[in-house]
């Protein structure tokens, strides 16, 4: 949040927007968490987007591309639940996930990495989720939700 | 029971390779590429790189035609300093054939969501994609190669 907070200094130029020509000789203050949410808030939904166009719902048409020896598609139910997930995750304003992959047993798994943390959600061939948190690929949580729904409370 | 023959183990020094289908990789590995499935009712399959002479592309196309794969690269000794032990088994149409005992599909899903990120991250490194030659129904190692 501290980032979010903070603002931009620039010496000597007027800035409009920082995609624009810099202009002007003043000293500006650009509100940096303005920007940086502006931006940032566009590029998370086009990024959710993505995933849920060209990733899901591919999928969705075409499941035999994730198949292969031993490794089941999802069912357009599994995907049904997916793309459910990513929008409702997508609207409570959480980054897109660094991932999302096919299990082994024809569920999906949205995976969210960021240095040595990894959090793991799994939505199963049965409709339920699982929520894996890992430290240095160590498991330090492991919760089963009865369905996507209890995600968030919903 | 583990059948190891003595004659040839896998030594610590070994490269093992894991192939890997291309949806597995995305932004990184995902561990879900080392999640037994349903035909590893023994072991996840790893193969001697010295099969095939630690070729990834050669290795890659052994997988299925129409596929692309990725190939990750393990030692022997980082397999086992996860406490995983890797065995050797031949099978008729790939001699270089290994397994790892400890993750099979029948462990509880908390076991394997122990084991795969571990063994994700003892990865060396990950080639490809590379096509596979494989016909579906054609034995793991019957491939069309270029002489």
Redesign the interface.
Known sequence: MSRLMASWTITGRTVSTPDQPLEGHDETRVPWGQFTSNEEEERRLEQWQSLIDSRLIEWGRNPSVLEDDGVEAPTPHTIANACQLARMMRDDKLPPPTRVVPTVDGGVAFELETGDHLVCLEITPAGTLEYDRYFKSSLQDHMELPAIGHVFGR | MDETPAENPVSNDEILFRRV?E??M???L???AF??????STGISLSRSSFFADDPVRFAST??IG?KYYVARLIAAGVRSLGLEVVPRPEPDNPGHAEIPDLNHSQT??IK??LA??L??AVLSVEGPFPGLRHRDAPTTEVEMDP
Do not use: H, L, W
């Open positions: 289908p949806t597995f995305c932004n990184g995902s561990f879900q999640m037994p499935n349903k035909t590893d997988g299925r596929k899903r908390t969501k122990q990120p571990a994700a991250n």
